[in-house]
T-cell receptor, first 116, second 112 residues
Framework: DGGITQSPKYLFRKEGQNVTLSCEQNLNHDAMYWYRQDPGQGLRLIYYSQIVNDFQKGDIAEGYSVSREKKESFPLTVTSAQKNPTAFYLC???????????????FGEGSWLTVV | GENVEQHPSTLSVQEGDSAVIKCTYSDSASNYFPWYKQELGKRPQLIIDIRSNVGEKKDQRIAVTLNKTAKHFSLHITETQPEDSAVYFCAASKTSYDKVIFGPGTSLSVIP
């Protein structure tokens, strides 16, 4: 868990601005994910990536963009098209192919984004 | 696609009592079932997991049971303590290349 670093921990955004949340992992994990969590709610998948230079939309990708130029980095940009961006954002990572069954996801400490 | 349901959504127990959280899943091909604990304002952390070739797994006060025929699995916490108060998420997935599907969460309160 300690190998996934998110920054900043707190971020304030003015309406109409784009902001980028950083996520770096030194676990040599193949896959990386971004989740959004609203207060008192569950985890909603925004984007995920299983390999460098490739990523897929999750359940709520509208208004967000990502890149995966390096294995260890998966930044998330919250664009002005995201109308209600105030939330807790969690980056996560996992190993692929380590088991014939499912994968364990490990989370970063999260970033709080508030629109002011 | 896979759907994971979780009950109850909130649970209050007296300190020392047991707590049980139940999840059901829809895709019979799912074979990995992790449980995460999320304390207020913090990240979810894996507390226990079970794979489909095992019916039960225990780690100190925490145990998980799996019924593949009925497609449900449960988290059991015995001798609850105030520090067990948190939101618990169950999840299900197939291969490591498939998305992990989370349940909506259960907010557990342990009353001293």
């Amino acid at each position: 868990d300690g190998g996934i670093t998110q920054s900043p921990k707190y971020l304030f955004r003015k309406e109409g601005q784009n902001v980028t949340l950083s996520c770096e992992q030194n676990l040599n994990h193949d896959a990386m994910y971004w989740y959004r969590q609203d207060p008192g709610q569950g985890l909603r998948l925004i984007y995920y990536s299983q390999i460098v230079n490739d990523f897929q939309k999750g359940d709520i990708a509208e208004g967000y963009s990502v890149s995966r130029e390096k294995k260890e980095s998966f930044p998330l940009t919250v664009t002005s098209a995201q109308k209600n961006p105030t939330a807790f954002y969690l980056c996560a990572s996992s190993i692929l192919g380590a088991s014939s069954s499912g994968n364990t996801i490990y989370f970063g400490e999260g970033s709080w984004l508030t629109v002011v | 696609g896979e759907n994971v349901e979780q009950h109850p959504s909130t649970l209050s127990v007296q300190e020392g009592d047991s707590a049980v959280i139940k999840c059901t899943y829809s895709d019979s091909a799912s074979n990995y079932f992790p449980w995460y604990k999320q304390e207020l304002g913090k990240r979810p952390q894996l507390i226990i997991d079970i794979r489909s070739n095992v019916g039960e797994k225990k780690d100190q006060r925490i145990a998980v049971t799996l019924n593949k025929t009925a497609k449900h699995f449960s988290l059991h916490i015995t001798e609850t303590q105030p520090e067990d108060s948190a939101v618990y998420f169950c999840a299900a997935s197939k291969t490591s290349y498939d998305k992990v599907i989370f349940g909506p969460g259960t907010s557990l309160s342990v009353i001293p």
